[in-house]
């Protein structure tokens, strides 16, 4: 099932969590299904969104809209001011690997942010 309104995670379930796949709201907390495979786990989401929202209803709770991966307003430009031995430093490496320092800052930040978000 794919008209589900609210986007959504799948992922696999170790065998400890018993196996299969789960599906996660991040906008509804709390919201999840799972199943045997990725189709069924989606297609029993589709149940527990509904569920989610008429027990929201029911007890007068707020109900979300679904949120959306909007990039408007994010050019994916700005200024970052660093210390002028920093600056140094992240040109010789960038000359060094025969890449842009921009280049060579956008690797670093995202290999550090993986790092991070893989912590979590």
């Keep these: 099932m794919t008209d589900l309104a609210y986007p959504f995670t799948v992922r696999p379930l170790s065998a400890d969590e018993g196996g299969g796949w789960l599906v996660t709201f991040p906008d509804l907390p709390g919201c999840m299904a ?5 189709e069924e786990a989606i297609h029993e989401a589709a149940d527990a969104v509904r569920s989610w929202i008429e027990t929201a209803h029911v007890h ?19 200024v ?10 992240l040109a010789e490496r960038a000359r060094q690997e025969g890449v ?6 956008v690797s670093l930040l995202a290999h550090g942010l993986g790092e991070r978000i893989g912590e979590h």
């Design 34 to 38: 799972d199943g045997a495979t990725p």
């Design 100 to 105: 842009s320092l921009n280049m060579l800052a």
């Design 80 to 89: 970052l001011r660093t210390p002028r031995s920093l600056h140094k430093k």
């Design 60 to 78: 007068g709770d707020p109900i979300p809209s679904p949120s959306h991966d909007d990039l408007t307003g994010y050019s994916g430009k700005w």
